[in-house]
């Protein structure tokens, strides 16, 4: 277990919260899992299919950073399992809903479950890590890709036999979820006499006055930077199985292959980020991420159903390498605000890559697919701004004593 002083690893804490956070990005996963089903059960448009993503991420990236700021001064342990219930009445909604608002609103009641669950989830991934931040936060985080990686799989075994009403069975892992997090949370709840006061203590290193601004810029470069991620994982996730229906001529089960390989290498990509980042240093690691993604990314719109495969998982690989890397990264900016570090990047971020699915799915309603998938492959280029961004050794400088 873990010392009175929290300078242990306790590895069983890491990986129950791991597979929570999978089961809850599980939960998320089926809203863009539900797209090829209910465009065809409800007639939706491809700028309707983007407002529900827009309504999940918004909820769920705008609360999370004011979520953490309220958790970093109140720990509340207990809001974990009362999160993901929410879920559960979420996903009971969307099995029953038979029209476009009442998907929306059974959204927003998953998008509030994820808001509370991802900055108090990262604090656990804090308050056990001991000295390997990166490993837990990898640890943490490879749990959330591989539950948004299973979106093919439930809409290939699931959906597309049992159609929308199948997506009741998913209230089976919301419960799972709750009851892992109800021992999550007793953990967490032990440890805020002691553990918790090292959180509190870190909030307590200031920078220079001087360097206020390098870190306020700092931060603003590192959203921008998630935000060109997220648009082009978002365009991926929920648009590409439609672009390989249409120019390969496959059914709805076929095309799920192409976005569960680009999420399954995603989801490795995260958890050896952490290692690798401890090894190369983290600014490193982010600039790899997007500027050796961009290549392939520039290639993949003409590549063909086989080759097509290839570049999804490189690209999904080399891309999510820089996840966890990026909140432990924002982190280290600012000290002691590990809940409203984690919102920031996870959650607000988010929240601007939600904006992005609306856009295209206009985009695609106004231009069409092929013209968008060759649009979107630019966005790994703008990865070039992590030069902006100051070194490991400057930002710990900025905070040595």
């Given amino acids: 277990m873990v010392s009175k002083n929290g300078n242990q690893t306790v590895y069983s804490i890491l990986f129950i919260i791991g597979i929570c956070h999978m089961?809850?990005?599980?939960?998320?996963?089926v809203i863009p899992a539900m797209f090829p089903i209910l465009e065809e059960s409800l007639g939706l448009t491809f700028t309707q299919?983007?407002?529900?993503?827009?309504?999940?991420?918004?909820?769920?990236?705008?609360m999370q950073p004011l979520v953490g700021i309220y958790t970093d001064k109140k720990p509340m342990p207990?809001?974990?399992?009362?999160?993901?219930?929410?879920?559960?009445?979420?996903?009971?909604?969307?099995?029953?809903?038979?029209?476009?608002?009442?998907?929306?609103?059974?959204?927003?009641?998953?998008?509030l479950g994820s808001a509370v669950f991802h900055p108090e989830g990262s604090r656990v991934a804090y308050l056990a890590a001991g000295p390997r931040r990166s490993t837990a936060q990898s640890i943490y985080q490879v749990g959330g890709n591989s539950g948004q990686a299973?979106?093919?799989?439930?809409?290939?075994?699931?959906?597309v036999p049992l159609g929308q009403f199948g997506v009741i069975w998913f209230t089976a892992v919301a419960g799972l979820a709750v009851i892992f997090l109800s021992y999550i949370a007793r953990w967490y709840?032990?440890?805020?006499?002691?553990?918790?006061?090292?959180t509190k203590s870190a909030g307590k290193k200031s920078a220079d006055k001087r360097f206020a601004r390098g870190i306020r810029n700092a931060l603003?470069?590192?959203i921008f930077i998630i935000f060109a991620r997220t648009w082009y994982a978002k365009a991926i996730s929920n648009f590409y199985a439609f672009y390989a229906i249409e120019k390969y001529d496959m059914s709805i089960a076929q095309s799920q292959f192409y976005i569960f390989t680009f999420l399954l290498m995603g989801a490795i990509g995260t958890f050896v980020g952490g290692p690798l980042a401890d090894h190369f240093g983290k600014k490193n690691v982010i600039l790899f991420s997007l500027l050796a993604a961009a290549p392939l990314a520039?290639?993949?719109?003409?590549?063909?159903?086989v080759i097509a495969v290839i570049l999804l998982g490189l690209i999904g690989l080399i891309v999510m390498s820089s996840f966890s890397v990026t909140v432990v990264y924002a982190q280290e900016l600012v000290p002691g605000k590990i809940g409203t570090m984690s919102g920031l990047t996870i959650g607000l971020a988010f929240g601007m890559g939600a904006i992005g699915s609306v856009a295209l799915g206009s985009l695609i309603d106004f231009i069409g697919l092929t013209p968008t998938m060759v649009t979107i492959s630019l966005l790994p280029l703008l990865g070039l701004v992590t030069f902006l961004l100051p070194s490991d050794q400057k930002v710990s400088e900025w905070y040595s004593d």
């Fill in 298 to 305: 520039l290639l993949l719109p003409y590549a063909g159903p």
């Fill in 78 to 111: 207990y809001a974990l399992p009362i999160g993901l219930a929410s879920s559960m009445f979420g996903i009971m909604g969307l099995a029953f809903a038979s029209g476009f608002w009442m998907i929306l609103l059974s959204v927003l009641f998953i998008g």
């Fill in 23 to 29: 089961l809850n990005d599980t939960l998320q996963a």
């Fill in 49 to 62: 299919l983007g407002l529900i993503t827009f309504t999940l991420n918004m909820t769920a990236s705008v």
């Fill in 150 to 159: 299973l979106a093919p799989v439930i809409t290939a075994l699931v959906l």
């Fill in 189 to 198: 709840a032990s440890m805020t006499p002691t553990v918790v006061t090292k």
């Fill in 220 to 222: 603003i470069v590192l």
